[in-house]
């Protein structure tokens, strides 16, 4: 784990279910952070950019990659998943489960977990979105620059730059006018425009 000037709160927690070597988190400069951030396999990647807010209660779960850019908001509650956590094949869950039983005694119920019937896919979150509270966001998906995702909604496809979206599945509901987008020119006494 890497961090600079970021405030990690009491809640903040990193959960590592299987052993590994190489970095699983980056942490970027001015966060704060108070969420969870899980690797349930060997493999996975979270990075978060500068001036991101996480708030309590939300879960980042990671064997692919999740991406989330600067000045991003995440409000409490969501989850964040980059990984169908078991095979769409019943015979593939159900060994899953009789390896569980086995595995669980032992104090880590997917130490044996065959991964390879598992689909995932990168997450990312563009700079300056926000996630409203218990939002879903599944594998596969890009939330673009400045989108807002309204509370409780699912998402399952990419949400484009400057749009609110909500809803299970979420849609776009409406665009973000164009006085409250991103200006350019110089950035702010913060580093971020």
Known sequence: MQKRNSQLDTAFSV???QPREDVALRIGDRC???SSFIFESETG???VGDGVFIN???????RSSIEIGNAVTI???CVIYDHNSHSLSYLDR???QEQQLIDFPRGNMIANKNWLTVASAPIKI??????????????????????IIGASSVVTRDVPPWTVAAGNPARVVKEI???LRKKDGPPSSDGLR
Do not use: M, N
Request: charged share 20%; aromatic share 10%.
């Open 15 to 17: 959960r590592f279910d």
């Open 32 to 34: 704060l952070l108070h």
């Open 45 to 47: 990647l979270i990075t």
């Open 56 to 62: 309590g209660g939300t879960k980042l779960i990671s």
């Open 75 to 77: 409000a409490w509650g």
């Open 94 to 96: 159900i060994a899953d």
């Open 126 to 147: 563009c700079d300056y979105a926000w996630l409203g509270f218990d939002v879903v966001v599944l594998k596969g998906v890009t939330i673009g620059e400045g989108a």
């Open 177 to 179: 006018p164009q006085e």
